[in-house]
């Protein structure tokens, strides 16, 4: 059974089960905030820094789009070799027919 409650005892009781909360969430906060600095550390990355560390992750960035764009223009031009050759065969043998 409830007992009754009045509006003040309800809210004195909700606010005491939140301040008991608060240090659990802090905690967790705490928690998450020095395994990401210790997996930032470990992975090589200054983490005392945030704007190196912003310029550290935009040239990984970049050197990942240069890298797929040297590797599609690089099949671009491996696909163009292989037509010209097969463009070139077919002509030679194309004129050895006629002169034949």
């Known amino acids: 059974m409830i007992p009754n409650m009045n509006d003040q005892e309800l809210r004195e009781l909700i606010q005491s089960e939140l301040?008991?909360?608060r240090p659990a969430t802090s905690n967790v906060q705490d928690v998450v905030r020095t395994a990401v600095h210790e997996t930032l550390v470990s992975l090589g990355m200054d983490v005392a820094d945030p704007l190196e560390l912003q310029r550290d992750l935009a040239f990984i960035r970049d050197l990942r789009r240069a890298s797929d764009t040297v590797k599609t223009r690089g099949i671009l031009i491996l696909v163009g070799l292989l037509v010209s050759a097969l463009a070139g065969a077919a002509w030679l043998g194309?004129?050895?027919s006629i002169n034949s």
């Open 94 to 96: 194309f004129k050895a």
């Open 19 to 21: 301040d008991a909360q």
